[in-house]
């Protein structure tokens, strides 16, 4: 299975900065790369990093959609024009979306089956809070969110998931690898019991993955690529990542 490895810059960028990183990055991956790569920068600036990976094997996200084809809906973008502008994959259901937006379960199955209606690839985000995981709930809450945010039709060849505990997410802390193989394990199984087969399912971690950490987490039983936030910002130190897939 191809690792992927996925750079959510989340708010960050300007038209400048995201065309230096992203021609920087594809320069690199033209040479070959140990992973899939796709960026996923804020949607103004998903044209100008489409123009500098052009030609190049990285491919381009998305880090929302709306559920919605077209309409009145001041602010968003719909996954059919994230689709029209080159991308590939759309993030769904990130923490900061659930907490910032109010995003529910029934609310990211939707925006996951617009995407998927328009031809993308949704990375499905899940993860427990602090709190949760302190009252011992995480596989419960990893259950009910995976069970409730995939759509129907999602397939492990269409869908991508990924592991993001809140807790790490930009803070430095890292779940233990034990946890991590623990949790993929059990979202492989509840894609399986709610999709119907997970084989090939590709999993991905996040939460405050880096150079650093990276090799030991991607080399953990379960794992299949990173959402790398704040490292992505970095190119050297996103490469590193890249080049630590087994
Ligand atoms: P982080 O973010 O790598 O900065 O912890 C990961 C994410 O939120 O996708």
Redesign the pocket.
């Known amino acids: 299975m191809t690792y992927l490895i ?1 750079g ?1 810059w ?1 708010m960050n960028g300007t038209p400048a900065s995201a065309k230096a990183l992203a021609a920087g990055l594809a320069a690199k991956a033209k040479a070959g790369s140990k992973a899939e790569i796709a960026l996923c920068p804020p949607a103004p600036l998903l044209s100008a990093v489409d123009a500098a990976v052009a030609g190049s094997p990285i491919a381009l996200g998305a880090q929302d959609c709306h559920a919605n084809e077209k309409g009145a809906h001041t602010g968003d973008v719909s996954a059919w024009l994230l689709k029209a502008l080159g991308c590939r994959f759309v ?1 769904v259901g ?3 979306r659930r907490a910032d937006h109010g995003e529910t379960d029934a609310m990211v199955k939707a925006k996951a089956a617009a995407a998927l209606k328009a031809g993308l690839t949704p990375i499905v ?1 899940v993860g427990e809070t602090d709190a949760q995981r302190e009252r011992g709930e995480t596989s419960a809450v990893i259950a009910t969110q995976v069970a409730g945010s995939l759509p129907e039709g999602a397939t492990a060849a269409n869908t991508v998931m ?1 592991y ?1 505990p809140v807790w ?5 802390k890292t779940a233990t690898t034990a946890d991590i193989a623990a949790v993929h394990a059990q979202i492989r199984e509840v894609f399986k019991a709610t999709a119907g087969e997970a084989g090939g399912l590709r999993i991905l971690y ?5 150079g650093a950490n990276a090799a030991e987490i991607l080399a953990t039983a379960g794992v299949n690529g ?7 910002l970095d190119p050297e130190d996103f490469w590193k990542i890249i080049q630590a897939c087994p």
């Open positions: 996925a959510n989340k993030i990130h923490s900061e985000c990924a993001e790490a997410i930009g803070t430095g996040g939460g405050s993955v880096k990173a959402l790398v936030g704040g490292a992505s």
